[in-house]
């Protein structure tokens, strides 16, 4: 049995408490796992950084990562945010082949599932139904987290627009900050949802008409 292979059953019961797939029995991790792999973290080990070119996707399943801005001179990391078990991320990349946005390390001792874009598509046509309830899992939760980051945005936008208006005084600007415009910034994360959306349509497509194949 594969290195892989080997971790399906702690895999499968991990990410089943955190809610992820948690239909999928050993059988279906297993299968998964041919084409992906299990990679573990220590605390303070990087993921990836900002700006690296690489397209895997990870589920985390056990551990906490956390979001940071690259830190610079003089300034630490700034910590932007979290992610717990049953969590998803790198799929941006993994869809567009677009650079990594953000910096990402472990706080504690991590364990996750990484799979590529080569890998997946190898995984779907050997199991095209278990690779669209995959892509489907991963939707739902991109869902969940463009509703997130819309919902932090509005919260925050009046205590933002002070900022911004603050700042600008101080430098001797004469800008005026409309609070609606700056609540509109979610719109832009909406944007790049739909966008996600639009291409993980199309990997379920494909999933699907592989399905009618077989």
Same mark, same amino acid.
């Given at each position: ?63 906490? %990562?956390?979001? @940071? *801005? #690259? ?7 700034? =910590?932007?945010? +979290? !992610? ?27 364990? %996750?599932?990484? @799979? *590529? #874009? ?7 046509? =050997?199991?095209? +139904? !278990? ?84």
């Amino acid at each position: 049995m594969a290195e892989s292979e080997s971790h399906a059953l702690p895999a499968q019961e991990q990410l089943r408490k955190a809610g992820f797939l948690a239909n999928w029995r050993e059988a279906e991790w297993s299968a998964l796992l041919t084409f992906a792999e299990y990679k573990e973290l220590v605390p303070a080990e990087f993921l990836f950084r900002q700006g690296d070119v690489e397209r895997s996707m990870y589920i985390l399943a056990k551990g906490t %990562l956390e979001f @940071i *801005d #690259p830190p610079k001179p003089g300034i630490p990391p700034r =910590r932007l945010g +979290v !992610l717990q078990p049953g969590g998803v991320i790198g799929e941006g990349a993994f869809l567009d082949g677009g650079a990594r946005a953000l910096t990402v390390r472990a706080v504690s001792a991590s364990a %996750l599932i990484r @799979i *590529d #874009p080569e890998s997946f598509s190898a995984f779907s046509a =050997r199991h095209p +139904v !278990l690779a669209t309830e995959f892509l489907m899992e991963v939707a739902r939760l991109v869902s969940l987290k463009l509703r997130d980051t819309t919902a932090m945005v509005t919260q925050h936008a009046p205590e933002r627009a002070v900022e911004i208006q603050a700042s600008a005084e101080e430098s001797g600007g004469e800008r005026r900050v409309d609070i609606n415009s700056v609540a509109r910034a979610g719109n832009l994360g909406d944007k790049q949802g739909m966008e996600f959306f639009d291409r993980l349509n199309q990997q379920i497509k494909e999933g699907m008409r592989r399905r009618s194949q077989t």
